[in-house]
């Protein structure tokens, strides 16, 4: 069965250009979770979409960062313009909600590690 | 100048060894937990989880065990392999919250 996909694996551009990061999630899974992994602060949640709706993006760290759903089977994580202290993994994540009180584990792609320079 | 990072704990056995990974949770309101084990290039992969009504919970040379009453949980891994080598994370839920919450991590080393 296909996971997560993301793309691109790796991304290395410089800083004040524009840097899209793409998701598939898992088939079938109504909820989609972007997170930030860096040495310093760890796994970070940044925004969460259920049914393709944004729910929480209280973890987003500044205006710079956006993120849109478009469809059940697509998410971008967009940073624009970008700076050196966005470089960092960067992976989404997918679940089935399994009903409200049906606990579910979340799926992980395999990254993209950004480096901005 | 030098960077700070996570100091990650780390739990390093020899191969064929067992090896027990700990994780202490804080929110007495988290009925669901999970272990991921993330390779180095990675993301974080499912191993096994355990819900609230439950002890221990077991799957292929792996166990969960679940304390509610000092909030703590283990990942036993039998027979420990070289290729066990990882970061290993303990996750928690609260029932009708869809985010989970992270531990900071374990790095299991497994040398031959």
């Known amino acids: 069965d296909a996971g997560v996909i993301q793309s691109p694996r790796h991304e290395v551009t410089e800083m004040g250009q524009e840097v899209t990061l793409r998701c598939k999630p898992i088939?079938?899974?109504?909820?989609l979770f972007w997170y930030r992994q860096t040495m310093m602060r760890g796994l970070e949640l940044l925004i969460y979409?259920?049914?393709?709706?944004?729910?929480?993006d209280s973890g987003m760290p500044e205006d710079r960062f956006s993120a849109k759903m478009p469809n059940a089977s697509f998410s971008t994580l967009k940073i624009q313009p970008s700076e050196p202290r966005d470089s960092a993994v960067y992976f989404c994540?997918?679940?089935?909600?399994?009903?409200?009180?049906?606990?579910?584990?979340?799926?992980f792609g395999d990254g993209t590690r950004l480096s901005i320079l | 100048g030098e960077s700070v990072g996570l100091h990650l704990p780390t739990l390093s056995v020899q191969e064929g060894d067992n090896s027990i990974i700990n994780c202490a949770y804080s929110?007495?309101?988290?009925?669901?937990f999970i272990w991921y084990k993330q390779e180095s290039g990675k993301g974080p992969q499912f191993i096994i989880d355990?819900?609230?009504?439950?002890d221990k919970r077991q799957g292929q040379r792996v166990t969960v065990l679940l304390n509610k009453t000092v909030k703590h949980l283990s990942l036993q891994i039998a027979a420990t392999q070289p290729g066990d080598s990882a970061v290993y994370f303990c996750?928690?839920?609260?029932?009708?919250?869809?985010?989970?919450?992270f531990g900071k991590g374990t790095m299991l080393l497994v040398s031959p």
């Open positions: 979409f259920n049914n393709n709706v944004p729910i929480d």
């Open positions: 929110n007495s309101a988290s009925d669901y």
């Open positions: 355990i819900r609230s009504n439950m």
């Open positions: 996750a928690e839920n609260v029932r009708g919250y869809s985010t989970l919450t």
């Open positions: 994540a997918s679940s089935f909600s399994g009903g409200l009180y049906s606990n579910q584990p979340q799926h």
């Open positions: 088939s079938g899974h109504d909820y």
